[in-house]
Structure formats: structure tokens, C-alpha cells
């Protein structure tokens, strides 16, 4: 195996230590070969013991203040002895199985659970009506998955009677494959390459062809964003500021929005004061936030190279972080309670904002973003998804390239990124009126009756309260 210079200095392949970094300790190098991208595929067949073992250390390596003595490392640690602590809780079957399920998103269960419930329905009914007789999907052979996949999207009806949309179609498809997957049938009747499900695959892209040319699911409702001027009616009209509590938890969780890209209720119900650090520096206030497991970062065997959201964010002004720093120090944090979102109480005597010790509930948390535009009078479609559409909204206007709004919103592909992103009220209007035809300015002058070259004292009663209007 060929090493190039990118990894120059790590190994020397025939055995020999490089004795030139014989100042950096096994330990690491062996971080630094897991950071560097563009060794791994290089060294990917080399494990850490197999690097151990190419390590052959001389009488001066044994000298050095920097050698590593695994021998006595495994002594400290309790060598061959009983370890007395160390192994306390012993898994079974049911904590493994709680453990798959706790890093499981809610909704991916649902759609398993509900595609799977659509097909069972359809099954039924068609049994019941023909007189065919359908295995269970987990006992369908190869050939009979094709077959009774192919008539399934065609039939398959929502309870209302009406066709699902043809995104929709394509969502019972992965839904049947994951249940198919969970429990051991490993047949991908989606993968392109797999030849045994031709019928089927062409069957659901005509099905999918013929919804959309009916006009089924051609459109579909999104939460918008909160335009500039609908921000500023929400501090002109206190629900965002600091005057309550409400308008206090309303300000957080709309910035927690948009600065950071937090998502709707899955993100900010197990969000914790700790993820967040307020400070000063030499550009000014910030606020630094370290994210956790989200819908697009699980931290599992897959993202071992992709890191948890950290951002920190520099304040123009000391609005928005002093109502941040005034919360924090409201807020009780205790070993029981860490959580972020408190609920508001009623202010006191003195018209001190306060906070109850208790977290807020999921069912209000779903409807803040709602309920301030509704109760500010903004007209439009607004949800907890408005917040982070927001974030990408207000980069992308003010001209942030698409790799930097990814790291403030955390998605991982510029395609998902790009459906948060909507253009200004003015970038819209530039282009309907760079489509519409050129009007050529009128220059047909209308002459007064009566006067001829108006003499200058003349002209002083000729434009009283006039409106002048200008074709641009």
C-alpha cells in the first residue's frame, strides 16, 4: 500500500518508527491519522493494534519523557484483577432493543407504522372483494413482492376515497421497505440496480406520472417565513421583548430560530441552558450554542466524521443579548431541571417578569410561532418550521453562500437547504417587472386653454395641488 505526502510521517511501512516525530507520543498520532480525511482512506486497513505493533521502540524510545508503557497503563487499571466498579450494568435483550428504539425518530415510526396499517387495509379489502388469497408482506417471495407491490400503488386510496399524492405513494413504499428491513426480510425493491422489481419500480413511476399530469400533490402548503417588517410589528407590539414572560419566552424561542436553525418541536423541547454561553470578546457580545442529536445528526456509527452544530453568534446590538443574559438569570438551573424553555408565570407585585421552575409543554412549544403571528395580525401560514425557514430565508437574501447557511441550519445537502430558502418581497417584484412589456412614457403634452407662453408671474397658480405620477 502506497502512502502519498499527505501522510508522509505517520508510518514507515517496513516496520520502522519515523524518527522524525519522535517527539509526539502513540496517542497522538493516532488522534491526528482519525482527523486527517485524507489519510483514512490510505490507512483504513491498518488498526490501532496493527499501528502498536509497527511501533517497535528502542532503549533511547524507553528514555524519552514522551514513551508510552501499555504494560503499566493496563496496571493502573487493574491488570488481571477482578475490576471492582468498573462493570456494574449488564445489558439483555430488552435494553437493546429500548436502546434501538430511544435513537429511532418518532415520526419514521409513525410512517412504518402507518404504512404498513395502509397495506394491511388494502390487503383485506381486496381479499374480501376478489377472493384472492395475499400473504402476509413478510412471507412474500421475491416474485410475489413484485407482483402484488405493482397493484398496490395503483389501488391503494386514502379513507376519503381520493389518490394519494405521488410523494405520498413513494412514502408507503419506504415505509413497507423499513418494516420489511426490521424484521429481517431484506429485499430492496427500490434499489435501481435490482432487476427482480422492474414491474414494480416501473409500475409506481407511471402511477406517479399519471397522479401529477391529474394535478394530484402538484402543490403543497409550507409554513412561510417572518418577513423583516413582520418581525418589527412583533416588538412594535410586545410580543417579542422583555416586558413579560411571555414575550420573553417568545423573543428566545424565535431567536433560537433564527440564529441558530433550530427546527420545530423535536429540537427545542430537549434543548438545556448549558448548551448555551454568553460572553465578550474582541468583536463584541456573543452567544456560543453547542447542539445535540437532532433529526439530521444522530452521532452514530455513519456521522463519526460529522460534528454536533456549534455556532457562536456576534450581536450587533445588545437588544436581543441582554434579554438572553436577563433570562439566564432568571431561570433556576438545578441537577432535576435543566431544561431551557420555563413557563411563564404572571408578573409580580413590582412588574418583575418571572418564571416558573416547571418546563414548558410540548403542546405549547408546537404553537408558539403561531400564535404571536396571529396575535400581531400577520396574515399567512405560519408554524415552528417559520423559525428556521427564517434563518435560510434572511442568509440567502442578504447574499450568504449556501455552504455557510448549511453550518447555521444543519442541513446536509444543498438540495434541503434550498427548500427553506424563499426570495424577498423585492426580489420577486424585480422579476415580474423585468418580465413585464416596456410602456413608453407618454409625451403627449396637454396645453392650457387660453395661455401662450406663460409669463412668470403666470405661472405661480399653474401647479396648486397637483398629483404628478411617473411611469418608471
Not at 171 to 178: D, F, S, V
Not at 295 to 312: F, M, N, P
Not at 390 to 408: D, F, K, N, S
Given at each position: 500500500?502506497?502512502?502519498?505526502?499527505?501522510?508522509?510521517?505517520?508510518?514507515?511501512?517496513?516496520g520502522?518508527w519515523?524518527?522524525?516525530?519522535?517527539?509526539?507520543?502513540?496517542?497522538q498520532?493516532?488522534?491526528?491519522?482519525?482527523k486527517?480525511?485524507?489519510?483514512?482512506?490510505?490507512?483504513?486497513?491498518?488498526?490501532?493494534?496493527?499501528?502498536?505493533?509497527?511501533?517497535?521502540?528502542?532503549?533511547?524510545?524507553?528514555?524519552?519523557?514522551?514513551?508510552?508503557?501499555?504494560?503499566?497503563?493496563?496496571?493502573?487499571?487493574?491488570?488481571?484483577s477482578?475490576?471492582?466498579?468498573?462493570?456494574e450494568?449488564?445489558?439483555?435483550?430488552?435494553?437493546?432493543?429500548?436502546?434501538?428504539?430511544?435513537?429511532?425518530?418518532?415520526?419514521?415510526?409513525?410512517?412504518?407504522?402507518?404504512?404498513?396499517?395502509?397495506?394491511?387495509?388494502?390487503?383485506?379489502?381486496?381479499?374480501?372483494?376478489?377472493?384472492?388469497?395475499?400473504?402476509?408482506?413478510?412471507?412474500?417471495?421475491?416474485?410475489?413482492?413484485?407482483?402484488?407491490?405493482?397493484?398496490?400503488?395503483?389501488?391503494?386510496?386514502?379513507?376519503?376515497?381520493?389518490?394519494?399524492?405521488?410523494?405520498?405513494?413513494?412514502?408507503?413504499?419506504t415505509?413497507?421497505?423499513?418494516?420489511?428491513?426490521?424484521?429481517?426480510?431484506?429485499?430492496?425493491?427500490?434499489?435501481?440496480?435490482n432487476?427482480?422489481?422492474?414491474?414494480?419500480?416501473?409500475?409506481?413511476?407511471?402511477?406517479?406520472?399519471?397522479?401529477?399530469?391529474?394535478?394530484?400533490?402538484?402543490?403543497?402548503?409550507?409554513?412561510?417565513?417572518?418577513?423583516?417588517?413582520?418581525?418589527?410589528?412583533?416588538?412594535?407590539?410586545?410580543?417579542?421583548?422583555?416586558?413579560?414572560?411571555?414575550?420573553?419566552?417568545?423573543?428566545?424561542?424565535?431567536?433560537?430560530?433564527?440564529?441558530?436553525?433550530?427546527?420545530?418541536?423535536?429540537?427545542?423541547?430537549?434543548?438545556?441552558?448549558?448548551?448555551?454561553?454568553?460572553g465578550?470578546?474582541?468583536?463584541?457580545?456573543?452567544?456560543?450554542?453547542?447542539?445535540?442529536?437532532?433529526?439530521?445528526?444522530?452521532?452514530?456509527?455513519?456521522?463519526?466524521?460529522?460534528?454536533?452544530?456549534?455556532?457562536?453568534?456576534?450581536?450587533?446590538?445588545?437588544?436581543?443579548?441582554?434579554?438572553?443574559?436577563?433570562?439566564?438569570?432568571?431561570?433556576?438551573?438545578?441537577?432535576?431541571?435543566?431544561?431551557?424553555?420555563?413557563?411563564?408565570?404572571?408578573?409580580?407585585?413590582?412588574?418583575?417578569?418571572?418564571?416558573?421552575?416547571?418546563p414548558?409543554?410540548?403542546?405549547?412549544?408546537?404553537?408558539?410561532?403561531k400564535?404571536?403571528?396571529?396575535?400581531?395580525?400577520?396574515?399567512?401560514?405560519?408554524?415552528?418550521?417559520?423559525?428556521?425557514?427564517?434563518?435560510?430565508?434572511?442568509?440567502?437574501?442578504?447574499?450568504?453562500?449556501?455552504?455557510?447557511?448549511?453550518e447555521?441550519?444543519?442541513?446536509?445537502?444543498?438540495?434541503?437547504?434550498?427548500?427553506?430558502?424563499?426570495?424577498?418581497?423585492?426580489?420577486?417584484?424585480?422579476?415580474?417587472?423585468?418580465?413585464?412589456p416596456?410602456?413608453?412614457?407618454?409625451?403627449?403634452?396637454?396645453?392650457?386653454?387660453?395661455?401662450?407662453?406663460p409669463?412668470?408671474?403666470?405661472?405661480?397658480?399653474?401647479?396648486?395641488?397637483?398629483?404628478?405620477?411617473f411611469?418608471?
Amino acid at each position: 500500500m502506497e502512502v502519498d505526502d499527505t501522510c508522509e510521517g505517520f508510518f514507515d511501512l517496513g516496520g520502522l518508527w519515523d524518527t522524525t516525530i519522535d517527539d509526539i507520543t502513540l496517542s497522538q498520532a493516532s488522534e491526528q491519522i482519525e482527523k486527517e480525511i485524507e489519510c483514512e482512506n490510505l490507512l483504513e486497513n491498518i488498526t490501532l493494534s496493527q499501528a502498536i505493533d509497527l511501533y517497535n521502540p528502542g532503549p533511547a524510545d524507553k528514555e524519552s519523557d514522551y514513551f508510552v508503557d501499555f504494560d503499566l497503563l493496563a496496571k493502573k487499571e487493574g491488570g488481571s484483577s477482578m475490576p471492582v466498579g468498573r462493570y456494574e450494568h449488564f445489558v439483555n435483550d430488552k435494553d437493546l432493543k429500548d436502546l434501538l428504539n430511544s435513537t429511532e425518530n418518532k415520526n419514521t415510526r409513525k410512517n412504518t407504522n402507518w404504512s404498513v396499517t395502509t397495506f394491511n387495509d388494502w390487503r383485506s379489502a381486496r381479499m374480501m372483494m376478489t377472493g384472492d388469497q395475499i400473504p402476509d408482506i413478510l412471507a412474500f417471495s421475491a416474485e410475489e413482492l413484485n407482483f402484488w407491490l405493482s397493484r398496490f400503488v395503483v389501488e391503494t386510496r386514502r379513507k376519503d376515497g381520493k389518490a394519494y399524492p405521488p410523494k405520498t405513494l413513494y412514502m408507503l413504499c419506504t415505509g413497507l421497505l423499513r418494516h420489511l428491513r426490521e424484521n429481517g426480510v431484506h429485499f430492496n425493491f427500490l434499489d435501481e440496480k435490482n432487476s427482480q422489481f422492474y414491474e414494480f419500480r416501473k409500475t409506481l413511476s407511471a402511477r406517479m406520472a399519471e397522479l401529477t399530469a391529474q394535478g394530484v400533490g402538484t402543490s403543497t402548503r409550507q409554513a412561510e417565513p417572518i418577513s423583516e417588517e413582520a418581525e418589527n410589528i412583533l416588538w412594535e407590539k410586545g410580543l417579542l421583548g422583555n416586558s413579560t414572560g411571555e414575550s420573553m419566552l417568545n423573543t428566545l424561542f424565535f431567536y433560537n430560530c433564527k440564529l441558530f436553525g433550530l427546527r420545530a418541536v423535536d429540537e427545542h423541547k430537549t434543548l438545556s441552558v448549558d448548551q448555551f454561553e454568553l460572553g465578550q470578546d474582541q468583536k463584541g457580545k456573543f452567544i456560543n450554542f453547542t447542539g445535540r442529536a437532532n433529526k439530521t445528526y444522530k452521532g452514530g456509527l455513519y456521522q463519526r466524521h460529522v460534528s454536533a452544530k456549534s455556532i457562536r453568534h456576534h450581536f450587533q446590538g445588545e437588544k436581543v443579548f441582554n434579554i438572553y443574559k436577563e433570562y439566564f438569570d432568571l431561570v433556576v438551573v438545578n441537577s432535576e431541571n435543566n431544561r431551557f424553555y420555563r413557563r411563564p408565570l404572571a408578573n409580580g407585585e413590582n412588574n418583575e417578569v418571572r418564571f416558573s421552575v416547571q418546563p414548558i409543554g410540548v403542546n405549547k412549544l408546537s404553537t408558539i410561532m403561531k400564535n404571536m403571528c396571529d396575535k400581531a395580525g400577520i396574515p399567512g401560514f405560519f408554524s415552528n418550521h417559520s423559525g428556521k425557514r427564517t434563518c435560510a430565508t434572511a442568509l440567502y437574501q442578504a447574499g450568504v453562500p449556501e455552504q455557510e447557511i448549511m453550518e447555521r441550519t444543519g442541513h446536509r445537502s444543498i438540495e434541503s437547504v434550498r427548500k427553506y430558502k424563499r426570495p424577498s418581497e423585492e426580489m420577486l417584484r424585480d422579476i415580474s417587472n423585468a418580465l413585464e412589456p416596456n410602456e413608453p412614457v407618454s409625451k403627449k403634452a396637454k396645453i392650457l386653454d387660453g395661455i401662450e407662453n406663460p409669463k412668470c408671474g403666470d405661472c405661480k397658480n399653474m401647479f396648486n395641488n397637483c398629483k404628478v405620477y411617473f411611469n418608471l
